[in-house]
C-alpha cells in the first residue's frame, strides 16, 4: 500500500482471489475425479455380481410427472432422483418435462457425480458416495 492511488494493494487482492479460485477449481476436479472412479468401481461390481439395471424413469421440476428416457442402470436414492446408467454416468433424474417429454421420452444429460449426496441440502442430510454406492450393491432393494 505504498502506492497513494492503493494500485499494490488491489493488485495483491485480485492474487490473493486468482489463487484462491484456482485452487478451489482444482480440489473439485480432484473431487470429480475421484467420484467418477467411484461410479466406475460401482458399474463393474454391479455387473460382476449380476445386479440387474432397470430403465430409469426422469421426474420434472415440479415433481409432478415421469418421463421415459433411454438410459438403463441403477438408481442410487431412495427417491429414484439420481442414478448411475451402465455406461458409468451420473444422472440427475430431473429434466423440464411437458408433451415433448411426455411425447418422445426425456433425455436427462450425465453430471458429475458428487462425493457427498445431499450435501448441502435443505433436509441436513447427506451421505457419502462410497457408502450410498456400497450399500446398493449389499442390498439391491435400496436402488428400487
Known sequence: MTEPDGRTWRDQQRQAVRAHADADARRRAA??????TLVAWFVAEATRRGLPPTRLVARGYDGRGRYRT???????????????????????????????????????????????????????????????????????????
Not at 473431487?31 to 467418477?36: F, I, K, N, T, V
Not at 442414478?83 to 429434466?95: I, S
Not at 433425455?107 to 451421505?127: F, H, K, M, N, T
Open 31 to 36: 473431487e470429480q475425479a475421484e467420484a467418477a
Open 70 to 144: 433411454r438410459l438403463t442402470g441403477w438408481y442410487v436414492d431412495r427417491a429414484e432422483t439420481r442414478a448411475v446408467d451402465v455406461d458409468g454416468r451420473f444422472h440427475l433424474l430431473h429434466v423440464p418435462g411437458g408433451l415433448r417429454a411426455r411425447l418422445f421420452g426425456a433425455e436427462p444429460q450425465p453430471s458429475p457425480a458428487p462425493l457427498v449426496v445431499g450435501a448441502g441440502g435443505r433436509d441436513g442430510e447427506s451421505i457419502p458416495l462410497r457408502t450410498l454406492l456400497s450399500r446398493l450393491l449389499d442390498d439391491p432393494a435400496i436402488g428400487g
